[in-house]
């Protein structure tokens, strides 16, 4: 199926920031959205921004003003610039890509481990 290839994670401080990348490879539907989750011990894994092949995009409130994601069509590939770091952006970061209806992840990429910490 569809592969997808994650980097970009890191140790930075708070305050920092981060760039992660996501390629991906192989057919794929017209409809589908390509984003990130994450998931930290102890919390629900969350959604933290998604893009659409329509151009849409939507972020969690956490870190609405604080990340950009965005796409580079030629390269297949979607960015996470994440900016102005906090503790809490701590967690592992899977790249995801969903097809319409409902954009339901259908292939994930490794992860990427964030971790912000003084």
């Known amino acids: 199926q569809l592969q997808l290839v994650e980097s970009g994670g890191g140790l930075v401080q708070p305050g920092g920031s981060l760039r992660l990348s996501c390629a991906a490879s192989?057919?794929?539907?017209?409809?589908?959205?390509m984003g990130w989750y994450r998931q930290a011990p102890g919390k629900q894994r969350e959604l933290v921004a998604r893009i659409t092949s329509l151009g849409s995009t939507n972020y969690a409130d956490s870190v609405k003003g604080r990340f950009t994601i965005s796409r580079d069509n030629a390269k297949n590939t979607v960015y996470l610039q994440m900016d102005s770091l906090n503790v809490d952006d701590t967690a592992v970061y899977y790249c995801?890509?969903?097809?319409?209806?409902?954009?339901?992840?259908?292939?994930w990429g490794q992860g990427t481990q964030v971790t912000v910490s003084s």
């Open positions: 192989g057919s794929r539907a017209s409809l589908y959205a």
């Open positions: 995801y890509f969903g097809i319409w209806p409902g954009f339901v992840p259908t292939s």
